[in-house]
Nanobody, 119 residues
């Protein structure tokens, strides 16, 4: 049984920083792409950032230059460093991982962590 657990959310003032973590546990031999998504109230879930197993990254335009995604393959852990947080960033942030489960690959989700930006 594979589990993803996020941590690091909370309340921060505009312009502040938070670091989210996502730890994967269970019967895992490798993890392909890992992703951070977010969902604000009344809005659809959107992809924030992606990191490949080799460390290649991609970001949605609105977070480029402010957010940094990273991962530690040895620890099956992914991070999202969020700087210069804006009023449009609050949401529940979810981690997602594509994990080979022979003969297929499955998508796993964490339970989400709340990020609030308020003065």
């Amino acid at each position: 049984q594979v589990q993803l657990v996020e941590s690091g959310g909370g309340l921060v003032q505009p312009g502040g920083s938070l670091r989210l973590s996502c730890s994967a546990s269970g019967r895992i031999f490798s993890i392909n792409n890992m992703n951070w998504y977010r969902q604000a109230p009344g809005k659809e879930r959107e992809l924030v950032a992606t990191i490949t197993r080799g460390g290649g990254t991609n970001y949605r335009d609105s977070v480029k230059g402010r957010f940094t995604i990273s991962r530690d393959n040895a620890k099956n852990t992914m991070y999202l460093q969020m700087n210069s947080l804006k009023p449009e960033d609050p949401a529940v942030y979810y981690c997602n991982a594509e994990i080979p489960t022979p003969p297929s690959t499955k998508n796993y989700w964490g339970q989400g962590t709340q990020v609030t930006v308020s003065s």
